[in-house]
């Protein structure tokens, strides 16, 4: 009975998920939209964030059971790589201390889904300021009187210091800037080591990438290369080492990246470059830059085109982990990405002619990917599609919340030949 029911759920999700599809084939006439997967075959897979209902099933977060259907069907039918939007996170995936202490529901969930549907997996992150549970941190040392506690204050729509901000409520207890005594720097590494070893372990030959250490890289204009956190104030600047090599140690074969927001960005862009150089000289192992591409309407070719070639001079491949284009007025200033400046960023409603900016942006950043193709060896969009976007409000996305194609989905195909152009 329980598998009749099973299977009569999964059967209306599949009609249900591809009624977007067969409506624009037979209602409308026109030709259902070619799989982004397939048009770009020959250049990189084409991933996306997904989120827990998505590889579990039933209603999600903003989304009912029929419109989480769609959503599923629409990641099934255009991309071929998948990684979890949070649920492989400290936070969410190693909540409490110990052993005992892991949550691997969801992330096995969505590996099984990944690899199910033929997907190459992603894992997403080891080591974040952000999203980390404050016992990670927590002993018997008082913090120095020099430590920045609390976070400082962000200006609207500027990328701030390191926050352990938490994010809205009902993302789990327990995840604000942690203030009290602190572990040694012993102790955090260890803490580091098991958690990296078992996380990386567990998914030993079925996650073959990792973000390993996460938006290490200081914003704005100052000197500083790395951005104040617990893990650098508590071990010091080789906590990003440490964290590459016992990945390393725990899975050999998987590809390690080092992932960052706003690269498209010069000042930033230099810190990365700096911080890899010196990984490179004490043989770290970094293999592959992670451009997390949270970008907005006003990005041009020129801008992505440079981005890239720059970042190719360190010799590792490319991978575009989070793309997204943000519409929203709000957004048009930077590349940031810490979610506690979301609601600046996504304010004062779309841009004028969003769609077709849009559209615009997508086919610069599209084209310039093409033409970096030996480098850039994956693109992977943050979110099926506007609704579930963590910048729904932006609307930066190739689908619009009824899974249909934007132009921007259009504007986005039409690159795939444009390399050998003139
Ligand atoms: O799932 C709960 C829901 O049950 C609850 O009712 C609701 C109330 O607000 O919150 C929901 O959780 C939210 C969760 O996203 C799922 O949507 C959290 O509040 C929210 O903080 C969380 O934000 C995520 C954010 O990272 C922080 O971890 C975004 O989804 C996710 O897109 C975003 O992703 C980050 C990357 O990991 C790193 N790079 C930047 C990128 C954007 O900030």
Not at 93 to 104: A, K, Q, T
Not at 144 to 149: K, L, Y
Not at 169 to 176: A, I, K, Q
Not at 221 to 224: E, K, L, V, Y
């Given at each position: 009975m329980n598998n009749l029911h099973r299977f009569l759920r999964r059967m209306r999700a599949l009609v249900l998920g591809l009624m977007p599809l067969l409506l624009a084939r037979f209602v409308t006439g026109a030709e259902a939209p070619p799989a982004l997967k397939d048009v770009f075959k020959d250049c990189f897979p084409i991933g996306t964030a997904a989120n827990r209902s998505m590889v579990m099933?039933?209603?999600g977060f903003r989304r009912s059971a029929d419109q989480n259907a769609a959503d599923i069907a629409t990641l099934k039918f255009h991309f071929n790589q998948i990684v979890a939007e949070n649920d492989m996170k400290w936070q969410l995936?190693?909540?409490?201390?110990?052993?005992?202490?892991?949550?691997?529901g969801p992330a096995d969930a969505l590996v099984d889904f990944g690899l199910g549907n033929g997907m190459q997996v992603a894992g997403h992150?080891?080591?974040?300021?952000?999203?980390?549970?404050?016992w990670v941190f927590a002993g018997t040392n008082p913090p120095?009187?020099?430590?920045?506690?609390p976070p400082p204050a962000l200006a609207a729509g500027t990328n701030g210091p390191a926050t352990n901000r938490p994010g809205r409520?009902?993302?789990?207890?327990?995840?604000?800037r942690y203030t009290g005594p602190r572990a040694s720097r012993e102790e955090l590494l260890q803490r580091m080591s098991n958690h990296i070893h078992t996380v990386v372990g567990r998914y030993k030959g079925r996650?073959?990438?990792?973000?390993?250490?996460?938006?290490?890289l200081a914003d704005g204009?100052?000197?500083?290369v790395l951005r104040t956190s617990l893990w650098s104030e508590i071990i010091g600047p080789d906590f990003i080492a440490s964290a590459f090599r016992f990945a390393h140690a725990a899975d050999p074969d998987a590809i390690l990246r080092y992932n960052d927001y706003g690269l498209e960005g010069a000042a930033k862009r230099k810190r990365l470059m700096t911080l890899i150089r010196e990984l490179q000289a004490q043989q770290v192992p970094v293999h592959a830059i992670g451009?997390?591409?949270?970008?907005?309407?006003?990005?041009?070719f020129e801008a992505m085109d440079q981005a890239l070639t720059e970042i190719a001079t360190l010799g590792l491949p490319i991978h575009i982990t989070e793309l997204d284009v943000n519409g929203a007025q709000?957004?048009?200033g930077g590349f940031g990405a810490n979610v506690a400046d979301n609601a600046a960023t996504t304010?004062?409603?779309?841009?004028?002619d969003a769609d077709k900016r849009l559209a615009d942006a997508y086919a610069g950043i599209f084209r310039a990917f093409v033409k970096h193709r030996d480098t850039v060896k994956l693109i992977t969009f943050w979110g099926v599609n506007d609704a579930v976007s963590w910048r729904a409000q932006g609307?930066?996305?190739?689908?619009?919340g009824e899974n249909q194609p934007k132009s921007a989905f259009q504007a986005v195909i039409t690159t795939v030949g444009t390399r050998t152009a003139p």
């Open positions: 099933g039933g209603a995936i190693h909540p409490r201390e110990g052993g005992n202490g892991y949550e691997f992150t080891l080591v974040w300021h952000s999203q980390t549970p404050n120095p009187p020099d430590a920045t506690n409520g009902g993302f789990g207890p327990g995840f604000g996650v073959k990438v990792w973000d390993v250490v996460n938006e290490a204009q100052g000197t500083n451009s997390q591409a949270h970008v907005n309407v006003s990005t041009t709000g957004g048009q304010q004062g409603g779309l841009v004028a609307r930066p996305l190739l689908f619009d």
